[in-house]
Nanobody, 118 residues
């Protein structure tokens, strides 16, 4: 069973920066994709950014110029550096890990709150 433990997040003023990290414990062999999703109050969960074990990244339009996703495969950890934060970036950020080859394994973290004040 794979468990994802997130850290980081918190309260920051608009224009500031925050860094999130997520470590996967348990067995998640083979090609994987890890990433971040977020959910604002009253809205659906949406993609922020993902990165495969091979280093291929995918960003949402709102994040591609301000956020940077990276990972350390040896530590099974994915990071999200968020710069130039805006109040609309406020929400709960969830870590996700997905195995890309059978058998399918998908795991979610418990979520970490990011609040950007204006």
């Amino acid at each position: 069973q794979v468990q994802l433990v997130e850290s980081g997040g918190g309260l920051v003023q608009a224009g500031g920066s925050l860094s999130l990290s997520c470590r996967a414990s348990g067995s998640l062999p083979g090609a994987t994709r890890m990433g971040w999703y977020r959910q604002a109050p009253g809205k659906e969960r949406e993609l922020v950014a993902t990165i495969t074990s091979g280093g291929t990244t995918n960003y949402a339009e709102f994040s591609e110029d301000r956020f940077t996703i990276s990972r350390d495969n040896g530590k099974n950890t994915v990071y999200l550096q968020m710069n130039s934060l805006k109040p609309e970036d406020t929400g709960v950020y969830y870590c996700n890990a997905r195995r890309l080859v059978p058998p399918l394994i998908i795991a979610w973290g418990q979520g970490t709150q990011v609040t950007v004040s204006s």
